[in-house]
Every structure is written in structure tokens, then in C-alpha cells.
């Protein structure tokens, strides 16, 4: 059973459409990330399933109510969804110490003080600051911080947390370090999480399913490797991962059933898409996505090329390489400093090479080259 359901939800401000008739599904323990640029309706989308901002058209359900309806009328307030929020700015209250700030909204709902003080530190100690407990807001770090907040999110116990970019105030380091614990934090609490980010990475490692948007229009709803693997459309795929996909343009014509040929001023490749189901004409003109892991840089390869630039950075090393002029983005495992200029055979050796409709943008298939 879904626990969050929007049917043809639309927001409009003006005349300007922030959400436009996205319709989505949330199942129970999830962790959905509405992922994509800055303006494209992530926050509103947010909003309007908390009950904070009014959609202009569609419904809301959660847990089987519907919460929002503007056919019927029906607008339930946030208090009553029985939902919590962390935002980015997550103020804590100055003048209260750590387990005031903890406990002030259970004391809010007159739980017993003993009940309280085990509900406090049970939470102090799944976020790992229970020896900070006396402690006032000040003299915390940022990620100290960060985890009070969670926990005053926490607090109260509800079924569903939203989160708008909780992470983004805070530095590369803290942030890797509070994604391991958010996604712990989800598995122990087996709430639903309904997180906002604009950072793909964010969204890739955290999500169980990742709901992408562009100026208000649904692009795809998938779990992360599923985007990442089979993006829907050029913006998807150049949304995802990191370096970006390499976006070739190529003219296609089918030569037989299953296989079709890809040309340009610099590549003659062979295309066999996984299942045979599209038929290319002659001059089609297309885009071949080829992400950088899956360019393959060995003795074996048939396809030249020459080192353009590499950065190494230990674990692995971003090589730029050029194919008589057309310049594509690899990555190699490790510390690998090619010189600049030298020559080297590359190979498309994996499963999974997208091949999009040039006009369209559109995903049409995917499939292995030789
Ligand atoms: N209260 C508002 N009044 C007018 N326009 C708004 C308001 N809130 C958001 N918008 C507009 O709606 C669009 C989506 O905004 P938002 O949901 O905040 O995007 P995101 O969170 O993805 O950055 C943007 O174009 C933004 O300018
Ligand atoms: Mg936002």
C-alpha cells in the first residue's frame, strides 16, 4: 500500500507553474529524493505534501486519507498529517541545552518527565551526542548541530520525516559523514523519508528511489542505478553521475534485425540494442551516451586515441582523451598519470551504452557496442 499518493498535482503562482500534474506514488519505509536543479518545484512539492503550501489543482492522500483534495474541498492541516521537517536552516534554540531542545515538544504533548528523559537520550544515543546533552547550541559544531536537529525532529516519532536540503549548509566532509548516518537513521527508524536535494550524488547514495524533476515535469521516478543506467532522456542522463556522461552525436541506419551502425567524422561503431524493438532509417540522427566508467583504456582496444588531460586524485583518475578531435571523459580505477599527448588503444566493452533520439531527447534504447 502506497503511504503517500499524488494524483495530478499542479501549483501555479500566477502565472507561472512550479508543479505541473506530477503524479507519484510513496511507498511505506521509503527514502524518495526529489532531485533536480534549483526552481524546478522540488521544495513546493515538498510543501504541498506537508500541508505548508496549497496545490492549485489535484489530491494528496496519506495512509488511504486524503489529506488534500481541490475537487472536494479538503485541506487538512500539517499538524494533523502527522509528519516532521527539517530544513535547511535548522535553527535550535540558543538559550536551551542540547536535551531541552530534544524534549521540548514532547513536553509540548505532556509526556511523563521519565518518559521523556528515556525518549531523549535513546535518541541522543542513535545520533551519537549523548555526552553533549548539557550542552547549549554554541558551543557545538555545525554537525554536532545537525544531529540536535534530527533529533528534535525525531522526537516526537513521525511516521513520515520531510527534509529539505538538511545537509547543505554543512562542509564536504561533514555532509559524506551525516549521509551515512541519515540513511543508518532511516533503516533504524523505518519512517518514510521524503528528502530534497539538488545534489545528484546525494540523491544517488541515498535514495531508494529518486523522483527527478525539470521545470515542474516529472522526468523519472526509479531507483537511483535504474536513472543511472536507463535515464529517460538526455537531461536525466546528463543529470546523473559524476563526471558527466559522455553525449556523442552519431548518425545511425539499421543493417540488419538486431544491429545497427553509428558513424561520425571520427567513430564507425556497431549497435546491438538489448531487446530489438526500434528500427533506425537511414541518416537518423542520434546522441550515444556513454558513461565514463565504461570506456575501457587497453592494449586490446581497436579504437585510437590520444591523452588530452588527466586528473588523478588517488582512488581514481578522470582521463579526457581525443579521438581524432572528439574529446570524451574517463575514468580509471586508481592512480594512473598517463603523459599528456601519449597514445593509447580505448575499447567500449559494457552492457549498457544509451542511444537517444537527437530530436526528441528521448531514450530509445540501450544496448553493447563493437
Ligand atoms: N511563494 C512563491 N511565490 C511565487 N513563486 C514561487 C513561490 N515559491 C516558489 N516559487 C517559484 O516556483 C518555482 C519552484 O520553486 P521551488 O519549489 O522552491 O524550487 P526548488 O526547491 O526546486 O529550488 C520557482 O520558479 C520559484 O521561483
Ligand atoms: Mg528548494
Same mark, same amino acid.
Given at each position: 500500500?502506497?503511504?503517500?499518493?499524488?494524483?495530478?498535482?499542479?501549483?501555479?503562482?500566477?502565472?507561472?507553474?512550479?508543479?505541473?500534474?506530477?503524479?507519484?506514488?510513496?511507498?511505506?519505509?521509503?527514502?524518495?529524493?526529489?532531485?533536480?536543479?534549483?526552481?524546478?518545484?522540488?521544495?513546493?512539492?515538498?510543501?504541498?505534501?506537508?500541508?505548508?503550501?496549497?496545490?492549485?489543482?489535484?489530491?494528496?492522500?496519506?495512509?488511504?486519507?486524503?489529506?488534500?483534495?481541490?475537487?472536494?474541498?479538503?485541506?487538512?492541516?500539517?499538524?494533523?498529517?502527522?509528519?516532521?521537517?527539517?530544513?535547511?536552516?535548522?535553527?535550535?534554540?540558543?538559550?536551551?541545552?542540547?536535551?531541552?531542545?530534544?524534549?521540548?515538544?514532547?513536553?509540548?504533548?505532556?509526556?511523563?518527565?521519565?518518559?521523556?528523559?528515556?525518549?531523549?537520550?535513546?535518541?541522543?544515543?542513535? *545520533?551519537? @551526542?549523548?555526552? #553533549?546533552?548539557?550542552? =547549549?547550541?554554541?558551543?557545538?559544531?555545525? &554537525?554536532?548541530?545537525?544531529?540536535?536537529? /534530527?533529533?528534535?525532529?525525531?522526537?516526537?516519532?513521525?511516521?513520515?520525516?520531510?527534509?529539505?536540503?538538511?545537509?547543505?549548509?554543512?562542509?564536504?566532509?561533514?555532509?559524506?559523514?551525516?549521509?551515512?548516518?541519515?540513511?543508518?537513521?532511516?533503516?533504524?527508524?523505518?519512517?518514510?523519508?521524503?528528502?530534497?536535494?539538488?545534489?545528484?550524488?546525494?540523491?544517488?547514495?541515498?535514495?531508494?528511489?529518486?523522483?527527478?524533476?525539470?521545470?515542474?515535469?516529472?522526468?523519472?521516478?526509479?531507483?537511483? *542505478?535504474? @536513472?543511472?543506467? #536507463?535515464?529517460?532522456? =538526455?537531461?536525466?542522463?546528463?543529470?546523473? &553521475?559524476?563526471?558527466?556522461?559522455?553525449? /556523442?552525436?552519431?548518425?545511425?541506419?539499421?543493417?540488419?534485425?538486431?544491429?545497427?551502425?553509428?558513424?561520425?567524422?571520427?567513430?564507425?561503431?556497431?549497435?546491438?540494442?538489448?531487446?530489438?524493438?526500434?528500427?533506425?532509417?537511414?541518416?537518423?540522427?542520434?546522441?550515444?551516451?556513454?558513461?565514463?566508467?565504461?570506456?575501457?583504456?587497453?592494449?586490446?582496444?581497436?579504437?585510437?586515441?590520444?591523452?588530452?588531460?588527466?586528473?588523478?586524485?588517488?582512488?581514481?583518475?578522470?582521463?579526457?582523451?581525443?579521438?581524432?578531435?572528439?574529446?570524451?571523459?574517463?575514468?580509471?580505477?586508481?592512480?594512473?598519470?598517463?603523459?599528456?599527448?601519449?597514445?593509447?588503444? /580505448?575499447?567500449?566493452?559494457?552492457?549498457?551504452?544509451?542511444?537517444?533520439?537527437?530530436?526528441?531527447?528521448?531514450?530509445?534504447?540501450?544496448?553493447?557496442?563493437?
Amino acid at each position: 500500500m502506497p503511504q503517500i499518493r499524488l494524483n495530478n498535482i499542479t501549483k501555479r503562482f500566477g502565472k507561472a507553474i512550479a508543479v505541473d500534474d506530477l503524479t507519484i506514488e510513496i511507498g511505506d519505509g521509503e527514502f524518495v529524493t526529489l532531485l533536480g536543479p534549483s526552481g524546478c518545484g522540488k521544495t513546493t512539492t515538498l510543501r504541498m505534501i506537508a500541508g505548508l503550501e496549497t496545490p492549485t489543482d489535484g489530491d494528496i492522500y496519506i495512509d488511504d486519507v486524503c489529506v488534500f483534495s481541490s475537487e472536494k474541498g479538503i485541506d487538512i492541516s500539517p499538524d494533523k498529517r502527522n509528519v516532521g521537517f527539517l530544513f535547511q536552516n535548522y535553527a535550535l534554540w540558543p538559550h536551551m541545552t542540547v536535551y531541552k531542545n530534544v524534549s521540548f515538544g514532547l513536553e509540548n504533548m505532556k509526556w511523563d518527565k521519565n518518559r521523556i528523559k528515556e525518549r531523549v537520550f535513546e535518541l541522543l544515543a542513535m *545520533l551519537r @551526542i549523548e555526552e #553533549y546533552s548539557e550542552r =547549549y547550541p554554541s558551543e557545538l559544531s555545525g &554537525g554536532q548541530q545537525q544531529r540536535v536537529a /534530527i533529533a528534535r525532529t525525531l522526537s516526537t516519532g513521525p511516521k513520515i520525516l520531510f527534509m529539505d536540503e538538511p545537509l547543505s549548509n554543512l562542509d564536504a566532509k561533514l555532509r559524506m559523514e551525516m549521509r551515512t548516518e541519515l540513511k543508518r537513521l532511516h533503516l533504524e527508524t523505518g519512517s518514510t523519508f521524503v528528502y530534497v536535494t539538488h545534489d545528484q550524488l546525494e540523491a544517488m547514495t541515498l535514495s531508494t528511489k529518486i523522483c527527478l524533476l525539470k521545470e515542474g515535469l516529472l522526468q523519472q521516478y526509479e531507483p537511483p *542505478l535504474d @536513472i543511472y543506467r #536507463y535515464p529517460a532522456n =538526455y537531461f536525466v542522463a546528463d543529470f546523473v &553521475g559524476s563526471p558527466n556522461i559522455n553525449i /556523442i552525436e552519431m548518425e545511425g541506419e539499421q543493417i540488419n534485425l538486431d544491429e545497427i551502425k553509428l558513424t561520425n567524422n571520427q567513430l564507425s561503431l556497431l549497435y546491438t540494442p538489448n531487446s530489438s524493438s526500434i528500427t533506425i532509417p537511414k541518416g537518423k540522427k542520434l546522441l550515444l551516451g556513454v558513461r565514463p566508467e565504461d570506456i575501457e583504456i587497453c592494449d586490446e582496444g581497436t579504437i585510437e586515441a590520444a591523452i588530452y588531460s588527466t586528473l588523478p586524485s588517488g582512488m581514481e583518475t578522470i582521463v579526457k582523451l581525443d579521438i581524432a578531435g572528439l574529446l570524451v571523459t574517463c575514468v580509471v580505477f586508481g592512480g594512473v598519470d598517463f603523459p599528456i599527448g601519449s597514445r593509447v588503444k /580505448i575499447a567500449f566493452n559494457a552492457k549498457n551504452y544509451v542511444l537517444f533520439d537527437r530530436e526528441s531527447e528521448r531514450n530509445i534504447a540501450s544496448g553493447t557496442l563493437s
